[in-house]
């Protein structure tokens, strides 16, 4: 009998939501640890504060250009097996790292971390849109995108707590312990792929991975998912990258630890993630994606009233638009794709994602020193802008459940 897909409410669907909740902590509470602890590495290892930073955006780097390859891998191997092999592999960089007794070495470390990191992002969703029963598979993407939020704040959080109190080593290391056991938890719990079969096993002749990344990239429907995961990533980042500094100037002037509790704002993804998920497969992807970003130019405008309660509150919508978003396009990727393009398409949306993230995080930062704080926000606003407008250009009345090209 040809296999359907889990359905909610099975031992096999509970397992691998859970499953694949303890992959996005384990893969992205690795990835941003020590953004947390930047000032500690730049004092100890007597860099510049810039050069500090490349901590972070080596293994973003190394992320963003490794998803396509492990797209390749996973076609081979098998989904669970391809993201096992990342995130056990980039668990034992994350546990070498805090070793490094200078720059370069923590650099290459956290890159090569990078790189075995962009398993999952590449995988994941590909491999839900496999298991689970089609008309579920939103609110799935939805509960694995809420686990990426709770890593990438535990991870800030607690290597921020730690190294307060032990140096930026003991921070960082303290993260990569607990990835060790989440990464544990993913192998226990996340259940054998029944819908997927190696292409080292097909006795088919399919199209190879040229065509394979073709086959997306030739589809209007695809480019405007990705143009939400480039240019609302992009938002997000550079504005949890510079409102700190708004808030510590006048007239807020607030002391670093409450501005450090910024990052707490990721709570709001973890809630709207799901629920964008599950309102989408009742509603459909396209309303709800649209909302989402309404919800997150909404709490954007927010930032610029002169009260600090109010662009927390702000804060928290732009957040929980973001992730809201982010759930939909990126679980509508792969469903949208087919299933002979469907981990290459995800792996396209992940590099757009993180493509957005390097470039627009640096180059608001252009605009936030050269300009005001309004213009700043106009930039972000005019960015959720262009990202609805692709929206609407491609994806009113696409169909969901197969490519457009």
């Not at 669907?13 to 384990?26: M, P, T």
């Not at 490794?66 to 191997?77: F, K, L, Q, Y």
């Not at 989440?182 to 226990?188: K, N, R, T, V």
Request: some cysteine.
């Amino acid at each position: 009998m040809t296999f359907s897909g889990h359905a909610p409410g099975s031992r096999e669907y509970r397992r691998l939501i859970v499953g694949l909740f303890f992959a996005g902590i384990a893969t992205f509470a690795q990835l941003y640890s020590a953004q947390a602890v930047l000032p500690q590495i730049s004092s100890d290892l007597a860099v510049a504060p810039a050069t500090a930073a490349l901590s972070v955006s080596a293994a973003t780097l190394g992320l963003a250009l490794a998803v396509i390859p492990w797209s390749v891998v996973a076609d081979r191997i098998g989904r669970v097996p391809a993201m096992a092999t990342g995130v056990l592999t980039a668990t034992v960089f994350g546990l070498t790292a805090p070793l490094s007794g200078e720059i370069g070495m923590l650099l290459v470390l956290r890159f090569a971390e990078g790189v075995a990191l962009g398993a999952v992002p590449a995988v994941a969703l590909a491999y839900l849109s496999e298991e689970v029963e089609a008309r579920h598979a939103a609110a799935a993407a939805g509960s694995y995108i809420a686990g990426t939020t709770v890593g990438g704040l535990l991870g800030r959080i607690a290597s921020g707590i730690v190294g307060e109190a032990g140096g930026w080593r003991a921070g960082i290391l303290s993260v990569a312990v607990m990835c060790a056991v989440a990464a544990a938890l993913f192998l226990w719990l996340t259940p054998r792929a029944r819908g997927f079969v190696p292409g080292r096993l097909r006795v088919d002749r399919g199209p190879g991975i040229l065509e394979k990344l073709r086959a997306p990239l030739r589809s209007p429907l695809q480019w405007a998912l990705y143009a939400q995961g480039f240019l609302l990533m992009g938002a997000f980042v550079a504005v949890y990258n510079y409102l700190g500094f708004h808030l510590s100037a006048e007239p807020f002037v607030l002391p670093a630890w409450v501005v450090t509790l910024l990052f707490l704002a990721y709570l709001a993804g973890t809630v709207s993630s799901p629920w964008a998920g599950a309102l989408a497969s009742r509603v459909g992807r396209f309303p709800v994606l649209l909302a989402s970003i309404a919800v997150m130019a909404a709490g954007a405008g927010l930032l610029l009233v002169p009260v600090a309660t109010i662009v927390l509150g702000g804060l928290v919508l732009f957040t929980a638009g973001f992730f809201g978003a982010h759930a939909v396009a990126s679980g509508w990727t792969p469903v949208a794709a087919g299933p002979a393009s469907r981990a290459q398409a995800s792996s396209l949306y992940y590099f757009a994602y993180y493509a957005g993230s390097s470039l627009f995080g640096w180059m608001l930062g252009l605009v936030f020193g050269a300009a005001s704080w309004g213009w700043f926000v106009a930039v972000i606003v005019a960015m959720c802008g262009v990202a609805a407008l692709a929206a609407v250009s491609a994806l009113r009345g696409a169909p969901t459940g197969q490519s457009s090209s």
